[in-house]
């Protein structure tokens, strides 16, 4: 992603068994934002709605990153979620993480927090991971 060289940082990293996954955004494959949140003229976010299809997609953009080192979602052991609005991301958590993770209670250790922004304005969620291999 054209951000990777701007901010200066990697997307993962392994260290023995360990991958830590820098923090997932819902982008397409060009690093356009997936249902974008509107905004004022303040660059204030109006509506939380589209919560869920950025989250689905910081999933699929995870699975991405994971499977570069052999690992997939079953290879999680840890994340954390930053939101913009946590009644919006409690409504989406339970089912997206459940499908993401094939499970009714996926055995993932999960911490989800709050920020009034996240890098792009029209951003929702971010999401980082932790997992073992």
């Known amino acids: 992603m054209p951000w990777e060289s701007t901010y200066g940082y990697a997307q993962a990293v392994k260290v023995g068994d360990t991958i830590y996954i820098s923090g997932q955004l819902g ?66 958590a339970g089912p997206v993480r459940k499908a993401a993770y094939a499970s009714d209670k996926p055995a993932v250790a999960s911490t989800i927090l709050v920020t009034p922004r996240l890098a792009l304005p029209t951003q929702l969620i971010e999401i980082k991971f932790i997992a073992r291999i």
Request: proline share 3%.
């Open 27 to 92: 982008h397409d494959a060009d690093g356009n934002i997936v249902g974008p949140a509107p905004l004022d003229e303040h660059n204030r976010i109006l509506d939380h709605s589209n919560m869920e299809v950025q989250m689905r997609q910081s999933y699929e953009n995870a699975k991405l990153m994971l499977a570069k080192y052999g690992a997939t979602l079953d290879n999680v052991v840890e994340e954390v979620l930053y939101v913009t609005d946590m009644d919006a991301a409690f409504a989406a």
